[in-house]
């Protein structure tokens, strides 16, 4: 008896397979290229959002003969409207007209304070067309304070000094753009993690059938052992590559400038690491039930193609999700259950989900995990070791 081995426990097994797993994914090439290469298009493309915003709203003023007199209140008076404007004496006109005919002036700005002259390549701004406009109506309106014998400064401290009354209903979100960012940002994430690893949990059933791998894996485990390790340890893959793609965007983000909200897009990135975790298992036994009902690669996109669709409608509908997310239809479309992993995530980073929404959300999706988990292992267990022609799901769950 002491020569016996000892039976494998379910969770010893579970443990085994989701390593293999883990293991086997995390050392392939494919997983470190993959995520290097998505680092540096980031990188890339923040770095380039970054020059190219930079640039855009920069823009560059020359002043020549008494103009240059007007160089502190244009840059207080652009400051002002948040306009970034960069103030250049330039020694005479001429020259400033070809600097701004080669592009290395924005705008030239000539002739008295009273009676200034504009020069721009195409069109001015509307903006900084107002600024300039003003300090030339304050100087001709000095001048005629001071033939009216009038201090102007007093009468000016007088006129600055009116205001409207403004009341809103809503609070303005200055930052609203960047969460819509994130929010787009993170469902796409979402989508093509459970997508992808959803697929590989389909595709990796596949092979192992065809090659009567999972016959001699049998042999040692229960299907549900087999089928349970797998999905851990394929969603732990994804959930590493999710974590460090989100942590590294983020840093890179904050690092260049791209991003100011560091706060929302931090809780963003937890709840798209939570949500990943609970989408990844509500379809990944539903993808491992559609492999196995074949055995052939080539037959493994037309099993999983009414699956990936329904995740392609939760990212599709995402897009009007982000735009209105305080809408009835945003609102039921996140807490249903197959959209809930895509959708969520998105209205959490606008700040339009609340915390009775998250809670129905979450209760509603783990009760489908539960049921589709059960239907899944039980066409799982029932397809896995039939090979030949395609089984029906018909079939499958009779059996």
């Known amino acids: 008896m002491s020569g016996l081995r000892r039976p494998i426990s379910p969770a010893a097994a579970v443990r ?27 990188a890339g493309y923040l770095l380039f959002q970054t020059a190219l915003v930079s640039n855009a709203e920069r823009t560059t003023v020359g002043l020549t003969g008494q103009a240059a007199a007007i160089a502190e209140p244009l840059r ?41 002259r504009v020069q721009v390549k195409s069109e001015l701004d509307q903006q900084l067309e107002a600024v300039l406009t003003g300090i030339s109506r304050q100087e001709v309106l000095s001048a005629k304070l001071v ?36 929010a787009l940002v993170m469902m796409f994430l979402l989508y093509m993690g459970i997508t992808a690893y959803g697929s590989l949990v389909a595709q990796g059933i596949v092979e192992e059938k065809s090659s009567r791998v999972v016959e001699i894996l049998l042999s040692t485990v229960r299907p549900w052992h087999l089928l349970l390790g797998k999905v851990i340890g394929l969603g732990l893959t994804g959930l590493v590559q999710l974590a460090i793609l989100g942590v590294a965007g983020l840093a890179m983000a904050s690092a260049t400038g791209a991003l100011t909200i560091t706060g929302v897009a931090t809780t963003t990135l937890l709840w798209g690491l939570v949500w990943y975790v609970l989408g990844f298992f509500l379809y990944a036994t539903v993808f491992a039930a559609a492999g196995s009902l074949v055995s052939r690669q080539e037959d493994v996109q037309t099993v999983l193609t009414p699956v990936s669709m329904v995740l392609l409608v939760g990212f599709i509908a995402g897009f009007t999700v982000v735009q209105e997310p305080e809408g009835t239809t945003a609102t039921v479309l996140s807490l249903l259950p197959p959209l809930s992993p895509i959708l969520l995530p998105s209205r959490i980073a606008t700040g339009s ?13 783990l009760a489908a995990i539960a049921a589709l988990t059960w239907l899944g292992g039980r066409v799982y267990r029932a397809a896995i070791l039939r090979t030949g022609s395609r089984i029906r799901l018909k079939d499958a769950l009779r059996a």
């Open 16 to 42: 085994l397979v989701a390593q293999r797993e883990l293991g086997a994914r995390l050392r392939t090439r494919g997983f470190l290229i993959g995520t290097a290469v998505i680092l540096a298009v980031l």
């Open 76 to 116: 207080a008076g652009a400051e002002g409207l948040g306009l970034d404007v960069e103030t250049r004496r330039v020694a005479d006109a001429a020259e400033g007209m070809a600097d701004v005919e080669s592009g290395d002036l924005d705008v030239l700005v000539s002739g008295s304070p009273a009676s200034l």
């Open 147 to 182: 033939q009216a014998g009038l201090n102007p400064a007093e009468v000016m401290r007088d006129v600055d000094a009116a205001r409207i009354q403004v009341t809103s209903f809503e609070e303005h979100d200055p930052a609203q753009g960047q969460r819509i960012v994130i």
């Open 353 to 365: 989900a609340g915390a009775l929404e998250i809670v129905a959300a979450l209760v509603l999706t």
